[in-house]
């Protein structure tokens, strides 16, 4: 069975550039999450989708983060403009519903540098 | 917000020996579970227990569980090198509520 697969896999763009990231669950997963990992710490969770329709987005910043999935298989996360302190692995997890265990599988991620 | 806090943020051992990480949180919840990074990759689900459990075995991890003091305990036993790895616990909890909460993680180094 194929896993979550992101791409691209790293990232350097300059601070008030665009940028996207694109994911693809597991074929089947209803459920499909981005995180945010800054370095040394957790992930935290920006946005849920279940099939095409958003669950959770109250930690998005929506003045330059948005995400769609709009077909409620693959997604897209866009930034628009960056910051610095926007640097961070992107993760994005899918989960059938209901999930089995409450378990989450996750992409490799997408490392993101904003110089 | 992170609800989980892991305890020690960096462990480094010997490989054969056991290494144990700890977790507290601050909300009820409905089950936590452990999940290993190993570097530059995405996060592997590891064990779930259950909050009417208190320890659960897989192989060599062993996890543990009191809710009286919101917190649990991730012990592999016999480490080996490829145990080298971030190890996150992570929450769920709110009534039909499948989000996780991750915490800041332990860093082990397991040292051949």
């Known amino acids: 069975e194929a896993g979550v697969a992101q791409s691209p896999r790293y990232k350097i763009i300059e601070k008030r550039q665009s940028v996207a990231f694109w994911c693809n669950p597991i074929s089947g997963h209803a459920t499909l999450y981005w995180y945010q990992q800054i370095l040394g710490q957790g992930p935290k969770l920006l946005i849920q989708f279940q099939n095409n329709g958003v669950v959770d987005d109250s930690q998005l910043p929506k003045d330059r983060f948005s995400a769609e999935r709009l077909k409620g298989v693959d997604s897209t996360l866009k930034i628009q403009p960056a910051k610095l302190e926007d640097s961070a692995v992107y993760l994005c997890a899918s989960s059938p519903y209901p999930p089995v265990n409450n378990e989450q599988f996750f992409g490799p991620g997408t490392r993101l540098t904003v110089l | 917000s992170q609800q989980g806090e892991e305890d020690p943020q960096a462990l480094s051992i010997q490989e054969g020996e056991n290494a144990t990480m700890n977790c507290s949180y601050k909300?009820?919840?409905?089950?936590l579970q452990w999940y290993r990074q190993n570097s530059g990759r995405g996060l592997v689900h590891l064990i779930l227990i259950r909050s009417n459990e208190r320890e659960k075995h897989s192989g060599r991890l062993r996890v543990t569980l009191d809710t009286s003091k919101k917190s649990s305990s991730l012990l592999i036993t016999a480490s080996r090198a490829a145990d080298t790895a971030s190890y996150f616990c992570?929450?769920?909890?709110?009534?039909?509520?499948?989000?996780?909460?991750f915490g800041k993680g332990t860093k082990l180094s397991v040292i051949p």
């Open positions: 992570a929450t769920a909890s709110g009534a039909g509520s499948y989000q996780l909460t």
């Open positions: 909300t009820s919840i409905n089950n």
